[in-house]
């Protein structure tokens, strides 16, 4: 058992000058053949009786100097070796110097003779070093546990692998072996990297399929999504964990902690290859401006936020209503530094004579309209909150920017807009018109429309996980729904590319990818958590809720689209509006507030003629 406090430094110094001692006294044997007398000792003796003592003096001081004896021993890194061999280079070379003076000042006899000198060193620096070596290999045996080892793949047999390998096997209290390397790389399958056997990604399945394997770990950064996604499902499948290495940005002094690899989340799943902007065209139009960001706490006003910070605006306002999330913004954007100055306003888009002042205070000249109500259910059971704050507000910040010469207005909707069969689609379509109709004057009104945001609040992702915590069951309304989904950072993105990009009344559609069924999104949630479906946790259906549907859409029939210069950012063609359309849309908010919500939802269907209420009591409407 090793001591619980460390050993005093003036004892490791003892050590270390005793080791010197020794290695003197066995380079003299080696000079003398383990053969010399008593009077070629004694002779010997006389000359360099001095020496010795200069020998120590000089080694104690050097020694003292590199603070050798300073690292905790059993925790000898590559920097203590590297302190090692400069203090016994420096020694020695000290020692030869004070030989030359000895031999030309003195009685022309060197302090040591040069071949002792070279031994020595040798054999001083090598068992400095064992030493510290045996120390450490007994203190990480004592260690260990009796806990049964479980061994580990490591996908990636680069820097960043051989760093998870070496803190793996460093780290004695996470019970993990390097089993191997797996790399697509076929030329240095089959070879050794540190005495741990690098195998090709082909083999994957056989490796698991025929070894104990608890974990695999990946490795790569920036991984292709594709082959990223293959790893993970093969390790799921196989009844394995999959972690991943942090990102180099948050590794300290080049390397991580076992703590920081972590386990792979449903994002690293449905994330795809990262959007490539333009950042130059970015820099340039939003540099020196003053922005506004409507609902700027929320998951895309947030994220819109951060993005436009780098650019160097001249001011960023942050309006929203939710006083908490606000303050929680704030409270993160404070802790950067070099940041754009940003002003955080709490107020409500539906208050015209609030945002009439906001708008004469701050003048912005870009506007970010990321507010509004996105619950389906909840909007269903409220069309009049759906409509006063979707639609009324939507308005307010349309005519004040007209009125206010706003250079451009970027306005985000949802897919859930085309074709749709709820109040929040519908109200988000209107608003869409607005927008649209008000692309007459000087402001640039532009629209982007894109499906759900991975982790945005209120979402799948965040609910399966809360459930799963709680030990299910997960809720799904049908096994066929499915819907599209992009990350936060990618929707963010985008926005700002069409808004940079657009001249005015363009809706800009994103490439969503593929669908994906919301069962499937649940299964492997299940098992990224450890558990096993039907076991561990069920899933239930719950029934479609009202005015959901099974599958989005990104097109109405009557748009379709053209290409951008960005693969990812489609334009669907503009459909006309009719001039009495806006007469509809004021019929529509002097409606606000009726007891009746039947008479609202059938104003929105006279707007929207492609609403068509699904689940809801808003289907009587149809039939009429």
Not at 102 to 124: A, G, K, M, Q, T
Not at 321 to 330: K, R
Not at 588 to 594: K, V, Y
């Amino acid at each position: 058992m090793f001591p619980k406090k460390n050993i005093p430094r003036w004892i490791i110094i003892l050590i270390d000058l005793f080791i010197s001692a020794v290695s003197l006294l066995i380079a003299y044997l080696i000079r003398f053949d383990i053969k010399a007398n008593a009077s070629k000792w004694k002779s010997e003796l006389e000359i360099v009786e001095y020496s010795i003592i200069v020998f120590f003096l000089v080694r104690l001081i050097v020694f003292l100097s590199f603070g050798i004896q300073k690292g905790i021993v059993r925790h000898t890194s590559t920097s203590d070796f590297k302190r090692l061999f400069l203090a016994t280079t420096t020694s020695s070379f000290i020692f030869i110097l004070l030989g030359f003076v000895r031999f030309y000042w003195f009685d022309h006899y060197y302090l040591f003779p040069i071949s002792i000198l070279i031994i020595e060193y040798v054999f001083c620096f090598f068992f400095l070093s064992v030493s510290r070596f045996v120390v450490k290999l007994l203190y990480m045996e004592s260690v260990k546990s009796t806990t049964e080892q479980q061994f580990v793949l490591i996908y990636g047999a680069g820097i960043s692998g051989l760093i998870a390998k070496r803190m793996i096997e460093k780290d004695v209290r996470i019970h993990l072996k390097v089993f191997g390397f797996i790399d697509d790389n076929k030329r240095i399958s089959g070879n050794r990297i540190e005495g741990v056997e690098v195998f090709h990604t082909s083999k994957l399945d056989e490796i698991l399929l025929k070894n104990k394997i608890h974990q695999v770990i990946i490795a790569i950064q920036n991984l292709e999504p594709e082959r990223r996604n293959w790893i993970i499902e093969t390790g799921l499948n196989a009844g394995v964990e999959v972690k991943k290495v942090p990102s180099p940005k948050s590794w300290i002094n080049g390397s991580f902690t076992s703590k920081q690899i972590s386990q792979v989340n449903i994002e690293d799943l449905l994330g795809r290859t990262p959007i490539i902007l333009n950042q130059d065209k970015l820099a340039e139009s939003l540099e020196n401006q003053v922005v506004l960001i409507t609902g700027a706490a929320g998951s895309i006003g947030s994220g819109i936020v951060r993005q436009v910070l780098e650019f160097k605006p001249k001011l960023v306002v942050l309006l929203d209503q939710a006083e908490s999330a606000l303050y929680d913004l704030e409270f993160e954007l404070k802790q950067l530094k070099g940041i754009s100055p940003f002003e955080v306003v709490v107020g409500d888009i539906c208050n015209e004579e609030r945002m009439n002042c906001l708008f004469e205070t701050f003048k912005p000249s870009w506007v970010f309209h990321a507010a509004a109500y996105k619950h389906v259910p909840m909007m269903e059971l409220n069309p009049s909150e759906a409509v006063r704050n979707n639609v009324k507000g939507t308005k307010i910040l349309v005519d004040l920017s007209n009125s206010k010469q706003v250079h451009k207005f970027v306005m985000i909707s949802t897919d859930k807009a085309v074709n749709p069969t709820n109040v929040m689609g519908a109200s988000k379509r209107i608003a869409e018109i607005i927008a649209q109709a008000a692309n007459k004057g000087q402001t640039q009104f532009i629209t982007t429309r894109f499906g759900n945001v991975l982790g945005s609040n209120g979402s799948v992702i965040p609910l399966f996980k809360r459930q799963i915590e709680q030990g299910g069951p997960i809720t799904v309304t049908d096994e066929r729904i499915t819907r599209y989904f992009m990350t936060i950072p990618e929707a963010c993105q985008l926005v700002l590319e069409a808004g940079v990009m657009g001249s005015g009344g363009e809706i800009f559609v994103f490439d969503m990818g593929k669908s994906v069924r919301i069962v499937d999104l649940a299964k492997k949630m299940i098992l990224l958590s450890g558990l096993e479906l039907g076991k561990d946790i069920e899933i239930r259906y719950s029934g479609l809720r009202p005015g959901e549907k099974l599958y989005e859409e990104l097109l109405n029939d009557e748009e379709n689209v053209q290409e951008t210069h960005h693969p990812k950012i489609l334009i669907a063609t503009e459909r006309g509006l009719d001039d009495q359309i806006m007469t509809e849309i004021h019929l529509l908010l002097d409606a606000i507030g009726e007891k009746d919500n039947l008479t609202l939802v059938k104003q929105m269907k006279v707007i929207v003629p492609e609403f068509l209420s699904n689940n809801s009591e808003y289907s009587v409407l149809d039939k009429k």
